[in-house]
């Protein structure tokens, strides 16, 4: 048996690692991943098998902290996926509920995307579905054209009747039949 193995304690070995400290653990994995909720953090702490009473208090001291703040966490997710994904406010709002942000909270982090700013967005993304076609030949190939362009927006939470104006004016700007 070398001195190493000696020194240690048999009983330590067995013992279970302290909830509090596998929690944290976890919570501070998650968060450097990428910004995260409370209750995604709460979740994955279930998942884990924390108890719940640890978890709540790990996750208070972490808000206490600010290191989880549901509040800048929607207004963060808002900013990036109404940028990269063009999501109108719709769709953004139901994947903040969906993350466990209250109504309210959501309501805020929202108010940073103007009218202006969601429909330039819905423009940009039926112009850049265009590009390369080239004029439709007849009125029901435009047709066509304008339902699957007005689907994709409403798939990205915009409104349906102004899904298809805004493809109605981009096709006519654009000269189509």
């Known amino acids: 048996m070398t001195a190493s193995n000696r020194t240690r304690d048999p009983a330590a070995l067995d013992a279970e690692p302290d909830p509090a400290s596998v929690a944290r ?4 994995r998650q968060l450097t991943n990428s910004p995260k909720s409370r209750l995604q953090l709460a979740r994955k702490l279930a998942e884990r ?3 719940e009473d ?7 001291r972490f808000e206490e ?3 989880v703040d549901d509040a800048e966490f929607a207004d963060a997710w808002v900013r990036s996926r109404s940028q990269s994904r063009k999501l109108a406010r719709g769709a953004l709002k139901r994947e903040l509920a ?7 909270t959501a309501s805020q982090a929202l108010e940073q995307i103007t009218d202006e700013a969601e429909e330039s967005a819905a423009r940009e993304l039926v112009m ?3 590009r390369g076609s080239g004029p439709f030949e007849d009125r029901s190939e435009r047709d066509k054209a304008t339902r699957r362009l007005a689907s994709m927006l409403a798939r990205k939470g915009y ?3 102004a899904a298809f104006r805004i493809v109605a004016e981009v096709l006519d700007s654009a000269g189509d039949p």
């Open 25 to 28: 653990a976890i919570v501070l």
């Open 49 to 51: 098998n924390v108890p």
């Open 54 to 60: 640890v978890a709540e208090a790990v996750l208070d």
């Open 65 to 67: 902290v600010r290191l």
């Open 98 to 104: 969906e993350k466990g942000i209250d109504s309210e």
């Open 128 to 130: 850049r579905k265009l």
């Open 159 to 161: 409104n349906p009747s």
